[in-house]
């Protein structure tokens, strides 16, 4: 397997951020490591096994030491971990396509079969980019909370409103 990278998700970034979101922040990132590289979000290619248009939620094309390379990157963002068919299905892709490299980008979870099944992934190599989902803290939770009350009728003012770590 390729490289494995965890990164840490801004808070709120878990609620805010829909599939396609999370494929755009992608591409963006992608397109700010090359300025020499094309990349190409929601790109479509024929698949040289299957014969059909396949579709890529991050293109990246360009030459490194004169030779074409292409890597494709392949967002998953799911309630549950990202499961062993799901990178099955991934590396057929990339045998399709005929790419040079692949990278996958989770954000949440990735089951250890899964996970077993990357690192085997000889060619081609295949990165693994891993947002972890952001655990809420007190202190924004404080800060929502008394927003919300402070935006509702005086009527819901009565609500009771305890630290957990204070006690009652």
């Given at each position: 397997?390729?490289?494995?990278?965890?990164?840490?998700?801004?808070?709120?970034?878990?609620?805010?951020t829909?599939?396609?979101?999370?494929?755009?922040?992608?591409?963006?990132?992608?397109?700010?490591?090359?300025?020499?590289?094309?990349?190409?979000?929601?790109?479509?290619?024929?698949?040289?096994?299957?014969?059909?248009?396949?579709?890529?939620?991050?293109?990246?094309?360009?030459?490194?030491?004169?030779?074409?390379?292409?890597?494709?990157?392949?967002?998953?963002?799911?309630?549950?971990?990202?499961?062993?068919?799901?990178?099955?299905?991934?590396?057929?892709?990339?045998?399709?396509?005929?790419?040079?490299?692949?990278?996958?980008?989770?954000f949440?979870?990735?089951?250890?079969?899964?996970?077993?099944?990357?690192?085997?992934?000889?060619?081609?190599?295949?990165d693994?980019?891993?947002?972890?989902?952001?655990?809420?803290?007190?202190?924004?939770?404080?800060?929502?909370?008394?927003?919300?009350?402070?935006?509702?009728?005086?009527?819901?003012?009565?609500?009771?409103?305890?630290?957990?770590?204070?006690?009652?």
């Amino acid at each position: 397997m390729g490289s494995v990278m965890y990164l840490r998700s801004a808070p709120g970034a878990d609620g805010h951020t829909d599939w396609r979101g999370f494929e755009e922040v992608v591409t963006r990132r992608v397109a700010d490591l090359d300025s020499a590289a094309t990349v190409t979000h929601n790109a479509r290619l024929k698949g040289r096994l299957s014969g059909i248009e396949r579709q890529i939620d991050v293109l990246v094309t360009g030459k490194l030491a004169g030779t074409q390379i292409k890597i494709v990157f392949e967002c998953k963002r799911y309630e549950r971990s990202v499961g062993l068919a799901t990178v099955e299905e991934f590396i057929g892709k990339l045998h399709d396509l005929e790419a040079d490299r692949g990278a996958l980008c989770v954000f949440g979870g990735i089951t250890a079969p899964a996970l077993s099944r990357l690192a085997h992934a000889a060619h081609p190599q295949i990165d693994l980019y891993l947002w972890e989902r952001p655990r809420p803290r007190w202190e924004d939770l404080e800060e929502d909370f008394e927003e919300a009350i402070l935006s509702r009728a005086p009527a819901t003012r009565r609500l009771l409103y305890v630290n957990p770590k204070a006690g009652l």
